[in-house]
């Protein structure tokens, strides 16, 4: 097994990376089977909260910190549920930066090539392995996408998300050229926040002209389910009759579709 790495960005917060992060990792471990792990890079953790109710889970006492400053993920590991493990992420792991240049003095290959060298004896354990950063250009951004295959973009569909995703291209560009990054945009995510928004249909219409085909098909339209699984944790929850509730199987549905589609960028650009 030599497992795909995946970062999810955009450098403007609140556009859904967090939740697009957790919800392809769920489906890939439930719906396709996949041993599948999320390493939480941002240092507020909210991939790590919402997977640790997911788990019922009360407390956490591993970290992306101690595997960094230990120098090995592999005793970080937390079980979320059958196929889904986390590496959960901690507030002191705002201190990355100084972690890295302490170990690295003067080395700046080694301290954005880190993750890349510890993530990868975990690729031959997982399918895939989803990565969370904040919305930065930052030692957190830099790490991520050295060490990772591919890249999904999440675009909000106004005007300021736009601008980030085209930022978001634009360093993986200059990493790819200057720092010799391997990975490659996989798709964008079209998460509208009103369907048929004047404004939301513009700029998703305007992302369609600029990046063609990397535009997903598949809309994530604005849904209270998914906002519920931020509180309470992503779930599956059945009626009387053992059926999954209607609007948790519409939720998940769509991540389904989502992930589906992505899949099929990835072995076209795997037969290029």
């Known amino acids: 097994m030599s497992g795909k790495v995946y970062v ?36 507020q953790g909210n991939a790590t909260r919402v997977l640790a109710k997911t788990g019922n889970l009360d407390a956490i006492n591993k970290s992306i910190t101690d595997g960094f400053q230990n120098e090995s993920l592999e005793t970080e590991i937390v079980s979320i549920m059958n196929n889904l493990d986390l590496i959960p992420a901690n507030t002191s792991f705002r201190n990355l930066p100084k972690l ?39 030692d957190y951004s830099d790490n991520a996408m050295i060490a990772a295959d591919y890249c999904i973009i999440v675009l909000q569909t106004q005007e300021l998300s736009l601008d980030g995703a085209q930022t978001y291209i634009a360093y993986m560009q200059f990493l790819a ?6 990975l490659q945009v996989l798709g964008i995510i079209p998460m509208m926040l009103r369907q048929g928004g004047r404004v939301d249909s513009k700029v998703l219409e305007q992302a369609k002209e600029m990046y063609g085909g990397n535009v997903l098909n598949t809309i994530v339209n604005y849904q209270e389910r998914l906002k519920v699984y931020d509180v309470e944790g992503i779930h599956m929850n059945t009626n ?11 939720a998940h549905q769509l991540f389904v579709e989502v992930l589906t589609e992505l899949d099929e960028h990835e072995k076209y650009l795997d037969q290029m």
């Not at 301290?111 to 930052?138: A, G």
């Open 240 to 250: 009387i009759n053992g059926k999954v509730e209607m609007w948790d199987a519409k």
């Open 100 to 138: 890295l240049f302490k170990k690295f003095p003067d080395d700046e290959i080694s301290q954005i090539s880190y993750l890349q060298k510890l993530i990868q004896p975990l690729k031959e354990k997982y399918d895939r392995i989803y990565i969370d950063v904040p919305p930065t250009i930052s």
């Open 8 to 43: 999810v960005g955009n450098f403007k917060g609140g556009v859904g990376k967090t939740k697009t992060v957790t919800m392809l990792a769920y489906e890939a471990a439930r719906h396709l089977n996949q041993r599948t792990l999320v390493i939480d890079m941002d240092p």
């Open 177 to 182: 050229e200057n720092y010799d990054a391997q």
